[in-house]
DNA sequence: CCAAAACGTTAACAAAAGATAACGAATTGG
DNA sequence: CCAATTCGTTATCTTTTGTTAACGTTTTGG
């Protein structure tokens, strides 16, 4: 996909939260990046600070921890999705977790510097403060709905849950991926198949 | 606490987000309002879209779902806190949980009317749009962190980090609201506080 | 002040999950 | 194309958690 296709499916992305007339598109669209992002290699890096967040044009990523030298999965990131290390490129603090591509992906991206630029921009910085307030919004009800699953759910339930809301996880991403993700490891989400199974049939 | 030194200490909790000039505080007060919440009365139910958000002035509040007719405590609030049922405030829609004041508490509170109004206001509405995306921004980083607590660790490890960190949880919580707090039940965690103090020994 | 309810601990047992290892199948990366 | 790695499942064993119930203590609410 060339790059005026994909600005074309960022900007139509953004109208569910904020909608640039041409003007201001036209400044905006200055201040995008983009990024080739080959297999396994990484947008974020635990340590380092994340500088930017991005639009997930094509492709997708997962993200994890290294924990006792062991990595564990804890998110992923599709098509038409954004993706960052929200806390380190918010804070500026250096991160915790990897970002990294599963497939050669395709990504728009928008540095800290340009983003604080563009809010403080006479022209776009009343847009753009809403736009950050209603992304970071929709998030907050992103991370309530996982929280709430944890909290109040059992991993199977989770499982479950995820086999009728969780299509491109469940067919793009590798089990053990999955079982952390669900907050488990992959032998116990192995079992828990099985179980189904058994009781399906 | 009258009004007053209660406006005085909301004023000083928001330099963290956004200051106020006198003027703009002005108008910014006139759409506050003020609620005493008697011990064990809600300040949102389930099935009930949240109007409003709160500060804590005094007291604390719980969170919490039903599930199987059983009480699931998720979060608390306390002094000098934000407290609301984010998701159903933000969508409009009815929650899925309670907020329950546990002891006496005194809240200053903002409708979501009040907060539209203010986010159109001409002279406060680009302040008001930042103020609304670094609270959003914070509530996602310590959503962010507790996700990650819950991928990564152990119920006991969370424990262990609520002794570090909680003391107000510790100290003005029921033991069973924090076993659910810390994804487990009440059972396990006496069982888990045993362990550690068998360890310390 | 007192009866009732709520709370924290412990025990006993069942269910689930973690750790480790083994195995074939699938994928991968020259 | 093939050797090496990764992956998913299964088995075994251990640890942890859930469930239920009992108990004494504390708190609560008339």
Redesign the pocket.
């Known amino acids: 996909m060339d790059t005026l296709n994909a600005l074309t499916v960022f900007r139509e992305y953004l109208t569910q939260f904020i909608v640039f007339d041409d003007a201001e598109w036209a400044v905006f669209k200055d201040h995008l990046g983009f990024r080739m992002l080959k ?2 290699k990484h947008f974020a890096e635990q340590g380092a600070v994340c500088n930017e967040f991005g639009f997930v044009v094509k492709g997708s990523v997962r993200y994890y921890y290294v924990k006792d030298g062991e990595e564990i999965t804890n998110y992923f990131s599709f098509e038409n999705e954004l993706v960052s290390s929200y806390k380190s490129f918010l804070t500026r603090q250096p991160g915790f977790n990897y970002i990294q591509a599963l497939e050669d992906s395709f990504l728009i991206t928008v540095s800290y510097n340009d983003l604080q630029t563009m809010l403080a921009h006479p022209m776009l910085g009343y847009k753009m403060e809403r736009f950050g307030r209603l992304v970071a919004e929709y998030y907050l009800i992103c991370y309530d709905d996982r929280m709430a699953s944890f909290i109040t759910k ?3 339930e989770r499982y479950l849950d995820l086999l009728t809301t969780g299509r491109d996880i469940l067919q793009r ?7 952390h993700f669900l ?13 189904i ?1 058994r009781v399906a049939k």
Chains 1, 2 share one sequence.
């Open positions: 297999k396994k059992t991993p199977e991403m590798p089990q053990h991926y999955i079982a907050g488990i490891t992959p032998v116990s989400l192995s079992r828990i198949r099985r179980r199974l």
